[in-house]
């Protein structure tokens, strides 16, 4: 059948830009999964997918490839539970590419494009259609609470786009996720929260995970990440601890940016885990329920720990700071160790000459840093205390998943 030259999928919800969700994969396949007429939850959708339960992190300069970097393809998983099917299809030429986005949506299906308009976005979008007469692509992306949301993308089609891809492709020219079917959700609740424990406790022990070779990858990182490999689960926690004691120095953007970022991340991840949990709970009761519960109790506990963490490394509370004095009061009652200030030249120099600490100018604005042994062993025993939750929610999976009755075939 001959393809059209023009066709829009109308009604593609909108979909929440989530700052600590990242490349904001999990947004674009629930709105693709409500077009489709299902309705999970953002939170039930990244347990089982396995973004709630990843975890990597690394001590040099990486940005995004570190940030969207998946132990397995999200959207795979996701397919096994909600009943539909889809590949991706990375590193053909334009022209294929745009056939296959073309056959989707002619299908009713809207596609998955990361990376599409690069800046100042580096996330995921919907394909809502396309028109090739004037070289478009009808777009969704995720929107913040400053936007209207709901309004379709014309975007110019570049002659070459590149992004993160789930599972072992990693980076691709061109990535594309199209769906080939759709028949609705098939697998029993039992063999879906199995498939949450496994991921769970496979993540948390797994190998480090290699990153992307695709030049385009380099862009977003400081390093050359030929060979190169980042500790998950467990040992990036053992990691992320070490370099709160250890970095130099700490008036570092990229330290800042990871940090904040990949903390910031597992707290959104562990909290959409522990939401889960808790239904699973209500709705299983008995011993199981209690598993889960606690489980759900020590992932919540993870949360809060790296929430904290997230915002020492750029504490936002001086902000609105009319003078060095004010600024210096909240700093005072505080263990973060980066203060981000909006304070005029001099009062900045007045605060660093009284507070003993380095002025620095990164990504994000200025910001005072204060770096002493103190704030250091005090961030040190948060992350330790961190991995020790972690541990202890995986206990609890573990017991939880052995409550649960064989598979069926």
């Not at 929107?143 to 789930?166: K, M, N, Q, S």
Request: hydrophobic share 40%; aromatic share 10%; charged share 25%.
């Amino acid at each position: 059948m001959a393809l059209a030259e023009r066709r829009v999928l109308h009604g593609v919800p909108p979909f929440t830009y989530e700052p600590d969700a990242g490349a904001q994969a999990i947004g674009a396949l629930s709105a693709v999964l409500r077009f489709l007429g299902q309705t999970p939850s953002l939170h039930e959708l990244a347990a089982v997918s396995g973004e709630a339960l990843r975890f990597a992190y690394d001590c040099e300069d990486v940005f995004e490839p570190l940030r969207d970097l998946w132990p397995e393809d999200l959207y795979a998983r996701a397919g096994d539970v909600y009943g539909f099917r889809g590949h991706w299809v990375v590193d053909e030429e334009r022209k294929r590419t745009l056939r296959a986005i073309q056959a989707c949506v002619d299908r009713g299906f809207p596609a998955i494009v990361p990376y599409f308009l690069s800046k100042p976005y580096h996330g995921f979008y919907v394909v809502s259609g396309y028109d090739l007469t004037t070289n478009r692509l009808y777009l969704v992306r995720g929107y913040r609470p400053d936007e209207r949301p709901g309004e379709y993308l014309g975007a110019e089609i570049p002659a070459e786009w590149c992004g993160p891809v789930p599972g072992s492709v990693r980076w691709g020219t061109n990535p594309v996720f199209v769906l080939d079917t759709h028949e609705g959700p098939t697998l029993e609740p039992l063999e879906r929260l199995r498939g949450v424990f496994e991921r769970a406790l496979n993540y948390a022990r797994g190998p480090p995970l290699a990153y992307p070779r695709h030049l385009s990858a380099h862009d977003y990182s400081g390093i050359d990440l030929g060979g190169r490999e980042a500790p998950q689960g467990l040992a990036a926690l053992e990691l992320l601890a070490q370099e709160l004691v250890l970095a130099e120095p700490l008036a570092d953007f990229a330290l800042h940016w990871r940090l904040r970022t990949l903390l910031g991340q597992l707290a959104h991840h562990r909290e959409a885990a522990a939401l889960y949990l808790d239904e699973c709970a209500l709705t299983l009761g008995g011993e199981l329920g209690l598993r889960l519960q606690e489980a759900g109790a020590f992932y919540r506990a993870v949360s809060s720990q790296a929430r904290a963490l997230s915002r020492a490394a750029w504490d936002s509370a001086c902000e609105q700071a009319r003078d060095a004095d004010e600024a210096r009061q909240l700093i005072r009652r505080s263990q973060s160790f980066v203060f981000s200030l909006r304070l005029a030249e001099a009062e900045r120099r007045n605060l660093a000459a009284r507070l003993g600490g380095t002025l620095f100018e990164g990504g994000w604005g200025h910001a005072l840093v204060l770096d002493n042994e103190d704030r250091r062993r005090a961030h040190g025993r948060a992350a330790q205390a961190l991995r020790a939750r972690e541990e202890q929610a995986l206990a609890s999976v573990e017991a939880a998943l052995a409550l649960l009755p064989p598979p069926t075939a």
